[in-house]
């Protein structure tokens, strides 16, 4: 599929759902490298250390793609794809947390 037939939506929908199932399992790798290298939060579950943590993570990879973003013709970038699945990862990691903070028995 090309970047004209990704905008245009001119591009059979199951070469999209290839592309979203691949996509995702990039941001599921990503995910899984920081969780394996930074571990469960001191509450045991899969996140940060805190809500504050979680948006200052998440605001940090917003805005490295930003920069490139801001760049002249680097927002679609191999670089600008990475930091998209860094911002994705980071979001679902801090997903994670809140599902088991809010469905998790007390302890």
Do not use: C
Request: hydrophobic content about 40%; charged content about 25%.
């Amino acid at each position: 599929m090309t970047e004209d037939e990704f905008r245009n939506g001119t591009t059979d929908t199951q070469d999209v759902d290839k592309v979203l199932d691949q996509l995702f399992a990039l941001v599921r790798k990503e995910l899984d490298g920081a969780l394996e290298t930074y571990g469960n939060s001191g509450g045991g579950h899969p996140g940060f250390a805190s809500a504050h943590e979680g948006y200052a993570v998440i605001a940090e990879e917003l805005d490295e793609l930003w920069d490139l973003v801001k760049g002249h013709g680097t927002g679609y970038s191999k670089d600008a794809l990475k930091e998209a699945m860094q911002v994705a990862a980071m979001g679902v990691r801090y997903m994670l947390m809140v599902y088991f903070m809010n469905t998790a028995p007390p302890r």
